[in-house]
Structures are given as C-alpha cells and as structure tokens.
C-alpha cells in the first residue's frame, strides 16, 4: 500500500491537503469556498465523492473555511476537536460531525489519523500524523513554538510538510500593525524560518525522504529563505525542499 499526499493550497488566504492509503482518502482542512475545493481537487484528477471526510486543525477560516457546508454538499464526514467545534458557534451537533480528542488516534479506511495538541492562538488546536502502519506522514501548519511533545510526536516521520510562516526580519520590517507582528510571531502564533529549522534539528530525521515548507506569508517571507532554513537544518541542497504555494499547492508525492 502506497501513502500519497498533495496540496490544494497554502497560505493565510485558504489551506487544503489531500492525504491517501489505498482507498481511504481524507481532506486534511478546507480553507475555500465549495466550488474553489472542487476545483483545486479536480486539479489533483479527484472529485468530492472520491474523499471520506475532512479533517479539521482549528476554527481559524482559512483552516476550516467552508467545510461544513462542503461537507453537507457532498455528504461527508467532518472530524474535529470538541473546542474546535464549539469555537465555531453552532449548537446542535450534526451527525456527520465526529468530535475527536487531541491525543487519540481514529483509523479512516486504510489511514491512522494522529492529533497532537499545539500552541496556537485557537480553542484546541491540533496537528496530525497519518500513517497507512508503513510510512508516516507529520503535518505542522499553525503553530507558535516547538514543544518537546511537538518534536517527539514528528520524530521519525517519513515526509513533513512543516510551517515557514515568516523571516523575522521581514516582518519585523514589515506593513502590519505592530500588536499583528507580535500576534504572529507570538509564542502561540505562527512558526519562523528560523524555529521551523530548530525544530528539525530536535527530531529524529534519518528516515525523511520528503520536506515541504507550508503556509509561507506572502507578506514576510519568500521561497528560497524558507528552503535555506530548513536545508541548512538538514544539511542537504536547498532545492530538495519543497515549498506549498497559496494557489497552486503542490502535487503528488509518495511514501
């Protein structure tokens, strides 16, 4: 069994991540209205009914955007935490919405489905570790530090696909407001070039064979400062590390 992954977008304007194992597909987020999701997942060859549920991080709108009403429209599933669901306002529960605990694991099909609690200014905010029992796949998009549970959790991971939010010195430099810098490169904001690479250097790495850098400001950071970091963590060229775009994402990659 193959475990595959790819990007439907990724930035502060809309995120999405389609992960597969055999015949069990999920969309990890949907950070775009209904019919850009359609079309950013044809773009991948898939359709909505090819996927068994999203998966959602926190309540943030370019994390969970429209996916309750994506997923009414298409007849999904929605998993998330109980603070996540309660963050979004809505009172009784629908029964296509799962509500899951930030430190247990829930099989979808062929997948394992691994939250981890993370600092992020949201009400319970998780990341998540999929895993088809061979490969592991670590994903860290919203986070305002490592932690040690954080880098135990993404140790041995066989693909990351890892927050580069921003440069200090670009937003440091930068237009927005001053109470937005500090927000952003708070202890529960968004995670820099410079920790993204601290925290590969605090986990074990030797099995990784993919490393892509996610959720890039447009604003406060660029591509090749995002690769310089993380390539000079894992001292490898920086044309090896992958970049998500906001538009385009990034296409297939396998385990």
Request: with cysteine; charged share 20%.
């Amino acid at each position: 069994m193959t475990l595959r992954f790819a990007s439907l977008g990724s930035g502060s304007r809309g995120n999405g991540l389609v992960v597969e194992a055999g015949t069990s597909r999920v969309l990890l987020d949907c950070g775009f209205t209904p019919r850009d999701c359609e079309r950013r997942l044809a773009r991948l060859g898939l359709a909505p009914s090819d996927l068994a549920g999203i998966v959602v991080t926190h309540e943030h709108d370019d994390h969970i955007g429209d996916a309750l009403p994506f997923a009414e429209r298409h007849g999904l599933r929605v998993w998330m935490t109980h603070g996540t669901w309660r963050a979004t306002g809505n009172d009784a529960l629908p029964a296509r919405v799962i509500l899951i605990d930030s430190h247990d694991e829930f099989a979808v099909g062929d997948l394992c489905v691994a939250p981890f609690p993370v600092p992020h200014d949201a009400r319970e905010p998780v990341q998540f570790v999929f895993t088809d029992g061979d490969s592991r796949l670590g994903v860290l998009t919203d986070i305002g530090m490592p932690t040690p549970h954080v880098g135990e959790v993404l140790s041995a991971c066989d693909a990351l696909v890892l927050e580069c939010n921003h440069d200090r010195e670009m937003l440091a430099g930068g237009r927005y407001p001053g109470w937005l810098k500090q927000r952003i490169g708070g202890p529960f904001g968004h995670l820099a070039n410079d920790a993204a690479a601290d925290l590969l250097a605090m986990i074990d790495t030797r099995r990784l064979r993919h490393v892509v850098a996610a959720h890039l400001s447009e604003s406060n950071n660029t591509p090749a400062l995002a690769r310089a970091a993380l390539a000079g963590a894992l001292g490898c060229a920086a044309d090896w590390i992958g970049v998500a775009s906001q538009e385009s994402g990034f296409d297939w990659r396998e385990l």
